[in-house]
């Protein structure tokens, strides 16, 4: 059984509807009233994080009572409070403004040398937690909790970087 809704209109910005539980609460979605929209794919657009696509879109419909109720039915009864964030995605970035301590994906080798995941298209290794970062000769050196050392090649080079509140 969807969560009993009800729509309100954004006053800054009266053609977004915002979608909320009957009893108040946590925004559910919004529904955009695309004025002069293409007729066939319906007037209105609606958005909600619980969406099961990349960015939150959901579809359009041709009644603002039909994209409120599409957003209704992705929460059942007493889901409306956010779930807590996962782990953050690793990305592939320099490390200019990353404070320590942060996580970068590689391997140890056999030797215990700390090999940086390389590859710009999928990130592959472990996470391994970076605690100091220091330039020596132009080059930027890291250190774990271990005391391992971690070599970056350059200042503009990319890793892939988990970085918590970058």
Known sequence: MP?????????????????IPADGGEILGVVLDEQ????????FAAWSPK?????????????LDEAADAIGALFE??????????PAAPEWRTLKGVTTPFDVLGVRDDRGRILLASDRRTPTGGPITVVRLEMRN???????????EVNFSGTASKYWVVASDN
């Not at 002069?36 to 007037?43: L, V």
């Open 36 to 43: 002069g929209a293409i007729p066939t794919r319906g007037r």
């Open 77 to 86: 009864p007493g889901s409306t409070t956010p779930e807590p964030p996962g």
């Open 138 to 148: 132009g080059l930027r050196r890291g250190k774990t909790a271990d005391g391992a």
């Open 3 to 19: 969560i009993r809704i009800r729509t309100t209109a954004d006053e800054l910005a009266p053609h977004k509807h915002l979608v």
């Open 51 to 63: 969406a099961g696509t990349r960015n939150g879109q959901m579809g359009f419909y041709h009644s």
